[in-house]
């Protein structure tokens, strides 16, 4: 797992930046209805996107909540007085507190099918009947496009993949909540490069792959001997899955 604390300086810079926020903010209020007065955040990390939920609506009281001190610092410069501390899985606020309740980029990152599944039961513990829930899903596959850079890479060995459409849909309608829609985003900025692929498996993205490892020297020789190195392939395209909780 990446050291987020560490990440958080470079975190938007290579990770699309403004254009990804924008498409993920986008997505995540297309989902969220009219009239929607407070939402949570889970996970927010920089910001980024955050601080668009929070502009793009008049009258949407957005507050947004990260593990990683590194990156809730930086949220909280982006939208001051807005930001806590918390574990996806024990948050600091009441039942029915918020409209809505958003989760990008979250249950990838959580270690097994228990921490996810208290993870979402938290979000729904703090949505108000009649509110709604949005999660990014399926995330580490939206990153497998077709390309001669995923075919080198496709022999590696995976995290098992905890935020699997079909097993957060389980775990949201085991807490009572009903499936309200489907949204997509580019990921604008995120397609892979085989030089930038190679320095990717240097810091440790691949978690299963360690860095200097001779599976990652493999690895690493056959990307170098791709062509157009510098050359991103097609962005990846993310999906958000939505739930209502009964009123």
Do not use: N
């Not at 604390?5 to 990770?15: G, Q």
């Not at 496709?154 to 993949?161: L, S």
């Amino acid at each position: 797992m990446l050291d987020y604390d560490k990440e958080a300086d470079a975190y938007d810079d290579t990770r699309g930046g403004e254009p990804r926020a924008a498409a993920a903010a986008e997505a995540v209020l297309g989902l969220v209805p009219p009239g929607t007065g407070r939402l949570l955040d889970v996970a927010c990390g920089t910001g980024i996107v955050t601080r668009r939920l929070a502009t793009a609506r008049p009258g949407l009281r957005v507050t947004g909540a990260d593990l990683t001190y590194g990156m809730a610092r930086m949220a909280a410069v982006r939208l001051p007085g807005a930001i806590v501390l918390a574990d996806s899985r024990r948050l600091p606020f009441p039942d029915g507190a918020f409209d809505a309740v958003s989760s990008v980029w979250l249950l990838h990152l959580l270690d097994t099918g228990e921490d996810v599944r208290a993870a979402v039961a938290e979000c729904a513990r703090v949505l108000r009947p009649g509110g709604s829930y949005v999660t990014t899903v399926d995330k580490a596959a939206a990153h497998d496009v077709g390309s001669d850079v995923d075919r080198v890479l496709a022999p590696r060995p995976r995290r098992p993949a905890q935020d699997a459409a079909g097993a957060v849909t389980a775990y949201a309608e085991a807490l009572g909540l009903v499936p309200a829609g489907r949204a997509r985003f580019p990921g604008h900025g995120q397609g892979r490069s085989p030089r930038g692929t190679v320095a990717d498996l240097g810091r440790g993205w691949f978690t299963r792959v360690p860095p200097g490892s001779p599976l990652a020297e493999r690895f690493a020789a056959r990307l170098e001997a791709l062509p157009d190195q510098d050359r991103r392939r097609p962005d990846p395209v993310f999906t958000l899955l939505a739930f209502r909780k009964p009123g």
